[in-house]
């Protein structure tokens, strides 16, 4: 009673169960999708910030130099210890011109008693000069033998800065300090681009937002302030007279990486005067520098929801529409049961005529139906096939289109930096009229950028060979060319270089500045794998057996682990905090367009310790005939 045949479903259920089964699914495609989105958008978010991260640090190891390099002039000595009128005005011009080439906001001197004695400023309304800034924690931290490093709001230009100070020793004491100050401003103005879909803080150690892309959000905390904390900013006047309220916000999920999803009011922009109402966004946070700041990159959270909501109604119309189709099927199923029991009707009145053309018409019937079940099965396989087909050729074009974007981003690094560094060398040549010098910095700025140009060629092995893979190169050439960029990197000092050479040049069939990413990629990655605290020895050997030239670079580092063996050329494989395990990928392509290869083994206890690479390069046949006729004659 009210109920189907045993084994159905009761009747007034159906509807029930069919919203029940449509709410399931459009929630659960709303969540996956979600879920999916957010995660995808955590990533994007992680890699952008690591990159903000790694300008910002940059940008402030790039003025560590300065107080360091003024503290070691004899002149500042002589001012902080014989204080004169002349000797102030001739440390005033020096500190300008220093202050003029680094770039900075200012560069100052002060006694051991925080009072400053000569600044680059000395002739602005706001000149340091006479100014005690001795409860600076940078004045603090660098009197007592360290370096200072501070944030704050400037004492006598209202003026927010990076304060770094260095220190004056003689004679075993400490006689005063010199201080930097940088304007980070512009940091925030490169974050402020038309367009920009993402809001970047950075707070200090304390939490308060230091740096923003959206001015309202400055000066502003996400918690309130310890008192200590509090305390401290008081005591140093890091911020004068900012209140440093906290900014209006909640945080309504947490991930186990410190990232979360907060609700924040919209900022102000050019097309609305004021701030128009809130919004959920993924904030990513990163740690910055010896300071303790941290930087968050938010993303509003609309498209991420948008996807989401459409995943959700799509889900809802496809199911929507299957039901339909079952519905369909069930009637038109009925329809033809009703006719089959007509047919089956009329073949019982002409059963005994017929039988045997029915049994013969049932045979032709299976047979014709096994071969339709034949024939679609062979149409689905078919399809499925050349669908499975299509997919694997798109991924894999996905796939070497970020191998090879990745792969010139990290090829590209050595070469910009070096870039930097000689045409910085440059300019100062030119300053000092050391022309010759200068010409020289330019010429190896002119091959950096061939090496530039050769990298980003790279783009068209995406389609054919290079023409250029195997052209006469000479070794020596190469690796001299290599060390001369080697040099410029931080700490290169502690490289210790031992080469080994023919007494001959070998010319060999290579990419000459494929031959030169080869030799720096395994050169740094030497200088890498040993501890910074530690002397860097490279062994560079060549030796030649018949046609082939043979290259040994050595290490006095811990070697490659055993597992990794096996997969250090893979792309993308790295035992690096921070690699994108790249380099050793790219520099076994370059010598396999060559026709040649690089293999790596680690050396016994006996042998010394550390990792042997071997490059095997097929000489210049026109050299090999030159030396057989020089043999002759």
């Known amino acids: 009673m009210g109920s189907d045949p045993a084994g159905q479903t009761p009747r007034p259920f159906v509807p029930l169960l069919a919203v029940g089964s449509l709410a399931v699914l459009t929630w659960a495609s709303y969540a996956w999708v979600k879920q999916r989105q957010l995660d995808e958008l955590h990533r994007t978010l992680d890699s952008r910030a690591e990159l903000y991260a790694a300008s910002i640090g940059g940008a402030l190891n790039k003025y560590e130099f300065l107080p360091l390099a003024v503290a070691q002039s004899d002149a500042v000595a002589q001012l902080l210890e014989q204080p004169s009128a002349d000797k102030v005005t001739q440390i005033n011009a020096y500190l300008v011109d220093m202050n003029r080439r680094a770039g900075a906001f200012a560069v100052y001197v002060l006694d ?196 989401a909501r459409n995943a959700a109604i799509a889900a809802a119309l496809g199911w929507a529409l299957l039901l339909l189709a079952l519905m369909y099927a069930r009637q038109r199923r009925r329809r033809i049961a009703d006719k089959l029991n007509a047919q089956l009707t009329l073949a019982r009145a002409y059963e005994q005529l017929e039988i045997k053309v029915e049994q013969r018409t049932a045979d032709l019937v299976h047979a014709n139906g096994r071969l339709q079940a034949e024939v679609k099965e062979r149409e689905r396989a078919e399809q499925t096939l050349r669908y499975a087909q299509a997919e694997l050729v798109q991924s894999g074009k996905l796939a070497a289109i970020g191998q090879m974007a990745a792969g010139v981003t990290h090829e590209l690094n050595q070469p910009l930096a070096a870039l930097q560094t000689f045409s910085d060398n440059a300019k100062v040549f030119l300053a000092r009229g050391q022309i010759d010098d200068a010409l020289d910095n330019l010429s190896t700025i002119s091959d950096l950028v061939k090496r530039l140009g050769y990298v980003t060629s790279q783009l068209k092995g995406f389609a054919r060979r290079s023409d250029d893979a195997r052209k006469p190169v000479s070794v020596r050439q190469a690796f001299a060319q290599t060390m001369l960029q080697i040099r410029t990197r931080k700490n290169s000092q502690r490289l210790t270089l031992h080469e080994s050479w023919l007494e001959d040049d070998i010319i060999v069939l290579c990419n000459a500045i494929g031959l030169e990413q080869v030799f720096t990629n395994l050169i740094t990655n030497a200088m890498d794998a040993v501890p910074e605290n530690e002397p860097v020895q490279i062994w560079f050997q060549v030796r030649r057996e018949g046609s082939l030239a043979v290259l040994h670079i050595t290490d006095n580092g811990p070697g490659i682990p055993l597992a990794s063996l096996d997969k250090i050329f893979d792309p993308f494989y790295t035992t690096k905090e921070h690699g994108l395990g790249l380099g050793l990928s790219i520099s076994a392509g370059i010598l396999r367009a060559a026709g040649s290869a690089l293999a790596v083994r680690n050396r016994s206890a006996q042998e010394g310790g550390g990792a042997q690479f071997t490059i095997t390069l097929s000489c210049d046949p026109g050299e090999r005939d030159k030396e057989t006729s020089d043999a002759r004659e």
Request: a neutral charge; glycine letters at 8%.
């Open 112 to 307: 051991d008693k925080g009072t400053t004695l000569a600044s680059s400023n000395w002739q602005d309304r706001s000149s340091y000069v006479g100014v005690n800034y001795g409860f600076r924690p940078y004045f603090k931290n660098a009197i007592a033998g360290g370096i200072g490093r501070f944030y704050g709001i400037g004492f006598s230009t209202f003026e927010a800065g990076y304060f770094i100070s260095q220190p004056v020793q003689r004679n075993g004491r400490i006689i005063g300090i010199v201080a930097a100050k940088v304007n980070l401003d512009w940091i925030e103005q490169s974050w402020r681009t038309p367009g920009a879909g993402e809001q970047i803080w950075v707070k200090d150690a304390n939490g308060v937002i230091i740096l923003a892309t959206t001015p309202a959000f400055k000066f502003k905390t996400l918690a309130s302030l310890s008192p200590d904390a509090k305390k401290d900013i008081s005591e140093q006047r890091q911020f004068l007279q900012e209140n440093l309220p906290i900014l209006p916000h909640r945080v309504s999920r947490q991930f186990a990486d410190g990232a979360s999803v907060m609700t924040l009011e919209r900022p102000q922009t050019s097309d609305t005067p004021a701030l128009s109402g809130s919004a959920d966004y993924l904030a990513v946070n990163r740690a910055l520098g010896p300071l303790q700041w941290q930087i968050t990159v938010l993303a509003e959270l609309d498209q991420v929801d948008e996807a």
